[in-house]
């Protein structure tokens, strides 16, 4: 079975400062991994994707994440952190493609606390 | 109006009412999710529609009745639930095959459910 782990609750950072949110993964086949973010009261919103070629993914607002198959891993980053980029963000993978509709596993979500 | 609508955003009812949560897509999309959200809990997927075809229900208590009337529309009908059924409950749609948006899912806001 395919799942996701994201292992810091929260991470805080000052705003200009690069950040780092973690996501390992596990899956039977390749995978499709993703990153989302939810601000409060919101649903989840698209970042950003890998499904092949370059292992350094861009996303939007700014954000990037890098695939390394030998570890598994699909960390988030961004350069320099805003205020605004305070929020919970969900790393995800789709490993199965079940006949018309994503099977998709969301981890626990990591909260983004950029400080001013 | 454009991407998935939720209504309504909040709800407040009792253990012994009947309510329904709709859900309402304007993507073209031909997949149509419920996902339950609760605090430090990985998002649950309970019910995926196709094509308007039921394709997954997770084990999810017969409390929740889903329905699916048209590619456009799905509602999570209520009744007798229990205070731990309180949750963000969010609806998500997605494309079928190939195209840009592979294994994306779009969400909408949510609908806050409070049970007394």
């Known amino acids: 079975a395919q799942s996701v782990a994201q292992p810091e609750d929260q991470v805080n950072v000052a705003e200009g400062n690069p950040l780092t949110v973690k996501c390992t993964y596990s899956?039977?086949?390749?995978?499709?991994l993703f990153w989302y973010v939810q601000y409060p009261n919101r649903g989840l919103q698209f970042l950003l994707k890998y499904i092949t070629g370059d292992n350094l993914v861009k996303g939007s607002y700014g954000f990037e994440a890098e695939f390394n198959k030998s570890q598994t891993s699909f960390h988030l980053k961004k350069p320099s952190a805003l205020v605004s980029d305070s929020a919970l963000y969900f790393c995800?993978?789709?490993?199965?493609?079940?006949?018309?509709?994503?099977?998709?596993?969301f981890g626990i979500g990591t909260k983004l606390q950029v400080i001013p | 109006e454009t991407g998935v609508t939720q209504t309504p955003r909040h709800l407040v009812m009792g253990m012994t009412n009947k309510k329904s949560l709709k859900c309402e897509q304007h993507l073209g999309h031909n997949a149509m999710y419920w996902y339950k959200q609760s605090a430090k809990k990985p998002l649950e997927l309970m019910f995926v529609y196709s094509l308007e075809e039921r394709v997954e229900n997770n084990s999810v208590p017969s409390r929740f009745s889903p329905e699916c009337p048209n590619s456009s529309h799905l509602f999570l009908h209520l009744h007798t639930l229990q205070p731990e059924d309180s949750a963000l409950y969010l609806c998500a749609s997605s494309q079928g095959t190939g195209g840009p948006n592979t294994g994306e899912l779009f969400f909408g806001e949510g609908s806050r459910l409070t049970v007394l």
């Open positions: 899956v039977s086949g390749n995978p499709y």
């Open positions: 995800a993978v789709r490993d199965i493609w079940s006949g018309g509709y994503q099977k998709v596993t």
